[in-house]
């Protein structure tokens, strides 16, 4: 099985695990599921470490090197996911999550992320 990191998830599992659920732990640590981390993930980072809301300078040093190095995959995003995510209904109003949400329906894989809006997409979402 393939799934996707909200970005949420990503930051947490790099700079505080504990605060993910065990069952997201325990798939993480399972070497035959597939991780896709979105392009979205270290553009949002980005975009939100240079508006001060958030110190993820670190995370972003070597990003792609570091995450495919250990099994992670990047996953690009499509013109067709861009549009759709801009046509999604509006119960998420944030860009970003959007269009993870975009991504996640079009490779047909869940999501990892606390964000219960996710289901109201129809998307499958891994939490607790």
């Known amino acids: 099985m393939s799934y996707l990191f909200d970005t949420h998830t990503y ?7 504990r605060r993910l659920p065990q069952k997201v732990l325990n798939l993480l640590s399972d070497t035959t599921q597939q991780g896709l981390i979105s392009l979205v993930t270290p553009w949002e980072i980005a975009i939100k470490t240079g508006a001060g809301k958030l110190n993820g300078a670190p995370l972003l040093i070597n990003f792609e090197q570091r ?14 996911q861009a549009i759709a995510s801009g046509l999604l209904p509006r119960h998420h109003r944030d860009p970003f999550d959007r269009l993870l949400i975009a991504q996640a329906l079009d490779l047909n894989i ?10 109201l997409y129809g998307v499958p979402r891994i939490w607790n």
């Open 11 to 17: 930051i947490w599992l790099r700079d505080s695990p």
């Open 67 to 80: 995450e495919t190095a250990i099994g992670f995959s990047i996953a690009g995003v499509t013109i067709a």
């Open 110 to 119: 869940p999501i990892i992320s606390n964000d219960k809006t996710f289901d």
